[in-house]
T-cell receptor, first 110, second 117 residues
Framework: RKEVEQDPGPFNVPEGATVAFNCTYS??????FFWYRQDCRKEPKLLMS???SGNEDGRFTAQLNRASQYISLLIRDSKLSDSATYLC???????????FGKGTKLSVIP | SAVISQKPSRDICQRGTSLTIQCQVD?????MFWYRQQPGQSLTLIAT?????????ESGFVIDKFPISRPNLTFSTLTVSNMSPEDSSIYLC??????????????FGPGTRLTVL
């Protein structure tokens, strides 16, 4: 079983739509969770951390379910500029090492 | 967040040669890492660059193939040695940042796009 699994997509959604991405992780000792965004031919950039209580940043909402080892990202009112690959990232307790999912590709179409 | 630069941004190399990639950070950081991202794949950690000691390599990566230097807290190099076409990839450096209650995360340099012919 892969350490971090994501649906690769692509997700093709119209502008203004709401889209949700899911991610599962296999290591129950995982401590910190993040969503990164990677544009084509660019480096990954931190989008947001994921807290146990869930957190929101503008149109983006991230949730964590430790019991199910499941992380989600919800994007509301999609913009064309949201088109990118979204990487689910997990870090283990006491370690700086990050484990990356393969990413979910989102295309927002006019 | 730290500002990270990498040189070169891209290169095309002949098989059997070596390329050294530089990573420069605008502030002192404890943790620096080197990743590889092959076409259509996610990031794979090559090694942790330790200041003042040998790098710590992940399974499948060895020092002879990917020697790493970390002479100070703002700079590191990764060399891809005796290259083959299979080494064609994007190589990224990152720095570890402690975000307090958010947990530890990393910021990435812009990457070096390597093509081996």
């Amino acid at each position: 079983r892969k350490e971090v699994e994501q649906d690769p997509g692509p997700f093709n959604v119209p502008e203004g739509a709401t889209v949700a991405f899911n991610c599962t992780y296999s290591n129950s000792a995982s401590q910190s969770f993040f969503w990164y965004r990677q544009d084509c031919r660019k480096e990954p950039k931190l989008l947001m951390s994921v807290y146990s209580s869930g957190n929101e940043d503008g149109r983006f909402t991230a949730q964590l379910n430790r019991a199910s080892q499941y992380i989600s990202l919800l994007i509301r009112d999609s913009k064309l500029s949201d088109s990118a690959t979204y990487l689910c990232v997990v870090n283990n307790a006491g370690s700086y090492q990050l484990t990356f999912g393969k990413g979910t590709k989102l295309s927002v179409i006019p | 967040s730290a500002v990270i630069s990498q040189k070169p941004s891209r290169d095309i190399c002949q098989r059997g040669t070596s390329l050294t990639i530089q990573c420069q950070v605008d502030s002192q950081v404890t943790m620096m890492f080197w990743y590889r991202q092959q076409p259509g794949q996610s990031l794979t950690l090559i090694a942790t660059a330790n200041q003042g000691s040998e790098a710590t390599y992940e399974s499948g990566f060895v020092i002879d193939k990917f020697p790493i230097s970390r002479p100070n807290l703002t700079f590191s190099t990764l060399t891809v040695s005796n290259m083959s076409p299979e080494d064609s990839s994007i190589y990224l450096c990152s720095v570890g940042v402690v975000k307090g209650g958010d947990g530890d995360t990393q910021y990435f340099g812009p990457g070096t796009r390597l093509t081996v012919l």
